[in-house]
């Protein structure tokens, strides 16, 4: 049984930065693609960013320059590291571990889903 938890979300202020936390078990890690995703309030589930197993990545286009993905296998660990948060990027962020590998990032692609955590950016 795979399980994905996140971690590390919380109350920031705008322009500040946070480091979420996607933990994966199972040896799934080392073969299959990884992202982060993101809900807000009354919106649809949205890609954020996504990494492969050889740690190529691909980001949405109103977070490059500003949020990093990146792998530590090792840890079987995924991260996303936000810096110079707004508003904007209040949500729920999702981490899912794609259950097959060389599979796309779409919000249909069969995976494995965390709990997801919450990210608030508020002065």
């Known amino acids: 049984q795979v399980q994905v938890v996140e971690s590390g979300g919380g109350l920031v202020q705008p322009g500040g930065s946070l480091r979420l936390s996607c933990a994966v078990s199972?040896?799934?890690?080392?073969?299959?693609?990884m992202g982060w995703y993101r809900q807000a309030p009354g919106k649809q589930r949205e890609l954020v960013a996504a990494i492969t197993s050889s740690g190529s990545t691909r980001y949405a286009d109103f977070v490059k320059g500003r949020f990093t993905i990146s792998r530590d296998p090792a840890k079987n660990t995924v991260y996303l590291q936000m810096n110079s948060l707004s508003p904007e990027d209040t949500a729920v962020y999702y981490c899912?571990?794609?259950?097959?590998?060389?599979?796309?990032?779409?919000?249909?692609?069969?995976?494995?889903w965390g709990q997801g955590t919450q990210v608030t950016v508020s002065s």
């Open positions: 199972g040896s799934i890690f080392s073969s299959n693609g």
């Open positions: 899912k571990a794609n259950k097959n590998p060389g599979t796309g990032y779409y919000t249909y692609t069969p995976g494995y």
